[in-house]
């Protein structure tokens, strides 16, 4: 074996520059040399048996590569798997999920119309309820209706027979009628001649002067009775106390009636004239209407609120006013002669053809 050369270490204390001046100038030492020899196979030993133990780590390390590599495999292949199964998983899971939110709208849905159902069924249930009562009221009025008829049936048959006996009198009493009426036509005829001598006996009456033409106390116009009142009223007291003599509210309807009311005095007084039926529309008491007015300037005015008329305005008293039916005032009765002599004879009868 070749000699090495000293090492740096502690069997030699001397530098490497001294060692080499040393052998240069020294001769060999057996001792020293032995020390060294030493010392390279502890050191060879040392090497050897880190070598044994690198080999035995590495072939410790190389059956653990192999194992490792083997579990490396297997367990790539569970990873693979793994990811295999936890995709379909994911799948499975994602598809749950939908049908899972499916199953919840149909369950809210099924929850609605449980609930609807369910007031459905409570409202037909009081449906019924109500139903089942009127039906047991209505079992007891047919009851009731059944024994009804059964009465009816009865007095219908007896009824019957008296329609017969009815209609029998009813026939007999239609010839008597007609008999009846035949001579009541000749009667009319008749009766109809006898007022015309009537009317015409009361004319001449009238004309002779034989009877009062007028009431006392009223004059005469044109073969009309008028009367001025003294008392005063509203127009419908006015009204009424002219009915109760038998006679109207004045009723003008010729310039010669209107002047002979202007010439008795200059007070306002009711007359028979309104437009009480329809505003704006006036008619006499005897319901004819108005044709020919005597108006004062401006009238008539205030429509809805004045509709009764008077004789005399306010700044024209022989003129046409209307004002308001309840303002008070004296008022003009009439009456024709005809119609007051045959009151007197009591032939109101005359008046009324």
Known sequence: MARLPCPKSACCSQTGHQMDQNWEGRSWQPGRDIRCRHFYKILAVIHFIVCVIVVVILALTCRDYKQFKVKYSQLEQSHNCLQTNYSQ????????????????????????????????????????????????????????????????????????????????????????????????????????????????????????????????????????????????????????SCVAKNTTLAIVTSQGQQNFIETHDRDKRWIGLTDLEQVGVYRWVNGDQLVMGFWARDEPNNAGVERCVTKGARYDPNKWNNDVCTTVHQWICQITRFDYVARQFGLEVVLNQ
Do not use: M
């Open 89 to 240: 998983l994911e799948q499975r899971y994602n598809h749950l999920h939908t049908n899972y939110s499916q199953l919840e709208q149909s369950y809210n849905h099924l929850q609605t119309n449980n609930s609807q159902l369910q007031q459905s069924y409570n409202h037909l249930h009081t449906n019924y309820s109500q139903l089942e009562q009127s039906y047991n009221h209505l079992h007891t009025n047919y009851s009731q209706l059944e024994q009804s008829y059964n009465h009816l049936q009865t007095n219908n048959s007896q009824l019957e027979q008296s329609y017969n006996r009815l209609h029998t009198n009813y026939s007999q009493l239609e010839q008597r009628y007609n008999h009846l009426h035949t001579n009541c036509s000749q009667l009319k005829e008749v009766s109809v001649q006898t007022l015309d001598r009537v009317r015409v006996l009361l004319n001449a009456v009238i004309d002779n002067g034989i009877s009062s033409t007028c009431p006392v106390g009223w004059q005469e116009f044109n073969k009309t009775c008028y009367h001025f009142s003294a008392e005063r009223g509203h127009w419908h007291n006015a009204n009424s």
